[in-house]
């Protein structure tokens, strides 16, 4: 009886439980997971994104040497994700529409997650889940959510979705050898799950990328080996035809009729029938087998099986007759087929023609081309749009260069437009800069060199852009020309150290260990070091490059307090050293180094001026002012004057070296308002003349040796 009881309530627990899972299942598919699918496929409907959704029709095909990877060799790696990668991509135009639906299908999902952590439907969850996240370009997140899935149900029903899926998100993450890793195991739950559909695009990706790594062996041998191992006709009849297409990408014209022919031993579909056919006669042609090629046109032509397929048709027809070089009927098809420009394969037929035109230099009538072939989506729409922008700017700035150019020859003989030839020029030479970079991009070597070289040799000193004409050039020739190019670069980091393009050069000639430099610093401390070994020529223009260029930095007050303790206590210039003084006291009054040598100025100026009797140490009787920084510049080599001669005290300010005999204190004195010198409030005028270091001739003392000490009032 015991035994009875507890066999009944085993069993009413099971049913219990059984029953409470059934309606957790019952409540989050009603409640939330039929929402998120149907949010899902109406979204995948808005984006054209699955096989059943797209309108059954034919591939359209253009072989990859043909001009569509813009500006690069058939196999050159582009600087940014490969076309195959953008096209999986969802543009914001088109997710804006559809946005609030997928924010819907993240908000139910985490809803699921939390409330039936153990319902059936945590698998389709998390893949729903992760799809939103990827079609809103969020990569992180769309790769939690497929990893996750895959930890948890590594054989369910969804895992090869997740696997195809967290692939592309490693591949346009650019995480090449995770995707390709991942593409693998894709494959392998593909074939388990017999996930045909998965197996296919899996396939397509990885010859994709082996296109694009230049590896046209790993390219087709996912292919070869799904042929062998299918036993269905009609699969082995699609993966024939997909390495058929793939051989005729490549230029293999040979090998890809081959496999076109065996697409038709198989099964195949309408549509694929169709694709092995027409791309037979493309082959053909290629093969200036132009009349075994016309047959099976026109046997397409007039089957009404493929009626709905006249413009692919056509645009055969047109390639042939581009191939076989008759231009005035293809002109005229050409015109007739305008109809038909809103499929697919018209304009990349158009593309096909324009390139050949631009490769011929025939550069206006590309143009129209690549203008007819861009509108429609395509694969060669984004090289279509690049090319006729770039030729459409390449006549734009011809047309000005030709405006500009008489101006610039008159520059020679009229001299009284010389202030206007500035300008022009200027403009001058960046027409020619535009015009190196439109040929680098088009991939035009010879005539950007050309260009690259008019706009550094041209360039004037005043240029603010000969920087970038420069660093341009040095790039363009370092191939032939290492040692010009080296040399060119030392310009660069020495004048025009400042700018991104000195950095940049700074950092290729081994100037400095990091890559991003401190200029300010830089400049002082080689002003330093050159002062250090009695180099006073050049450690003052050092010091001086940073108190003119770079009036707003820290570094600015205490290099014209370098310049003039340079000036007042190694050279002996004091003339020089009271001008930098100056200068600190105008421009800097409020800072440490201008506090320190307030005083000595003042006194300095009182004295130049005839009101300060350095013998008695009073203020004189008010006579006229003699501004001496108003004078002549001052040569710092030529025989010093009279008052120059009096002797001053080296010490860091310019003051009274009779130090011993009595005298009024300078800040107890009762300023005379008619013989205040400097207000610390206001700016001092100071002379547009005054003397530069970096172009006096300096004599310089044989035995200084100058210390180097950061105490206030010590040289810095």
């Known amino acids: 009886m015991q035994r009875n009881f507890k066999l009944h309530l085993l069993v009413f627990g099971m049913l219990l439980l059984s029953g409470c899972h059934t ?17 899902i496929w109406e979204t995948e409907y808005d984006f054209e994104g699955t096989e059943i959704m797209r309108r059954q029709k034919p591939r359209v095909l253009t072989p990859v040497d043909s001009g569509l990877r813009f500006g690069l060799d058939a196999f050159g790696r582009p600087a940014e994700i490969p076309q195959f990668l953008k096209d999986i991509m969802i543009e914001q ?40 996240f990827f079609y809103q370009s969020e990569w992180v997140s769309a790769e939690i959510k497929c990893s996750e899935l895959i930890d948890r149900f590594a054989l369910g029903d969804k895992s090869p979705d997740a696997h195809l899926l967290l692939s592309k998100v490693y591949l346009i993450q650019r995480k090449y050898a995770l995707g390709k890793t991942m593409l693998s195991r894709t494959v392998d739950i593909a074939w388990y799950k017999k996930r ?25 041998r996912p292919y070869r080996q799904a042929i062998a191992q299918s036993d269905d006709g009609e699969i082995r009849a699609r993966w024939q035809l997909d390495l058929a297409s793939l051989y005729y990408r490549l230029g ?18 309408l549509v694929q029938e169709f694709e092995a056919e027409l791309y037979k006669a ?45 231009k005035e009927e293809f002109d005229k098809m050409a015109s007739e087929a305008q109809k038909f420009a809103g499929f697919t394969a018209i304009p990349v037929v158009y593309f096909e023609h324009a390139m050949d035109l631009y490769k011929k230099g025939k550069y206006e009538e590309a143009k129209s081309y690549f203008a007819k072939s861009k509108p429609v989506k395509s694969q060669v729409s984004p090289a ?62 010879d005539s950007a060199l050309i260009y690259y070289t008019i706009a550094a040799i041209s360039a004037r000193m005043s240029d603010s852009n000969r920087a970038q004409y420069l660093f341009s050039y040095q790039k363009m020739i370092r191939k032939h020309q290492p040692e010009l190019a080296d040399s060119i670069l030392e310009i660069l980091a020495y004048d025009y150290g400042k700018t991104e393009y000195g950095q940049e050069a700074r950092v290729q000639m081994g100037f400095t260990e990091a890559v991003v430099i401190d200029t300010l610093a830089e400049l002082y401390s080689s002003g330093i070091r050159f002062r250090n070994i009695s180099n006073y020529i050049l450690a003052a223009r050092q010091f001086n490059r940073i108190a003119e260029e770079y009036r707003d930095s820290p570094l600015a007050p205490k290099a014209l307090y370098s310049l003039g303790w340079m000036f007042e206590n190694i050279l002996m210039q004091s003339d020089s050293a009271l ?21 000595g100025v003042e006194i300095a100026l009182a004295h130049q001026s005839g009101l300060y009797d350095i013998n008695t140490g009073k203020m004189l009787d008010r006579k006229p002012i003699i501004d001496t920084l108003q004078a002549s510049p ?83």
């Open 23 to 39: 309606y957790d299942n019952f409540t989050t598919y009603f409640n939330t997971y039929y929402n998120m699918d149907r949010l």
């Open 93 to 132: 135009t088109r997710l804006q529409p559809v946005k609030v639906k997928l924010d819907s299908v993240i908000i139910k999902g985490s809803k699921i997650l939390k409330q039936h952590p153990k319902s059936d439907y945590v698998e389709g969850t998390l893949l729903l889940m992760a799809k939103s």
């Open 196 to 220: 045909y559909d998965i197996l296919s695009e899996a396939f397509r990706l990885m010859a994709e990328q082996a296109i694009f790594d230049n590896d046209e062996e790993e390219a087709v």
């Open 252 to 269: 293999k014209f040979d090998r890809a009729l081959k496999e076109f022919n065996a697409v038709l031993d198989e099964s195949p579909e």
């Open 282 to 326: 493309s082959c053909l042609t290629y093969l200036n087998k132009h009349e075994d090629a016309q047959a099976i046109l026109d046997d397409l032509d007039g089957n009404e099986n493929f009626k709905e397929f006249k413009p692919d048709i056509l645009a055969q027809r047109l390639r042939m007759l581009r191939i076989q070089g008759k």
């Open 384 to 445: 279509a749009a690049k090319y006729y922008g770039l030729l459409a700017e390449w006549g734009q700035k011809h047309d000005v260069l030709n405006k500009t150019k008489p101006v610039i020859d008159t520059s020679h003989t009229d001299s009284s437009k010389t202030i206007i030839h500035d300008s022009i020029h200027a403009q001058h030479t960046m027409i020619n800069y535009q015009l190196a970079r439109i040929h680098d991009q088009l991939n035009n070597q």
């Open 579 to 599: 001008y930098y003084y100056r200068l600190l006291v105008e421009r800097y009054p409020q800072s440490e180094y201008a506090k320190d040598v307030r005083a």
């Open 634 to 716: 001052i040569d710092s080599t030529a025989q010093p004057n009279t008052l120059s001669q009096q002797p001053l005290d080296n010490a860091r300010t310019l003051s009274d070296p009779n130090a011993n005999q009595p005298k009024e204190q300078l800040k107890q004195r009762r300023p005379n308002p008619n013989n205040q010198l400097i207000n610390p409030n206001q700016p001092m005028q100071l002379p547009a003349n005054a003397p530069i270091p970096g172009n006096m001739q300096i004599s310089l003392p044989q035995d200084a040796s100058p210390a180097d000490s950061m105490n206030i009032g010590d040289p810095p």
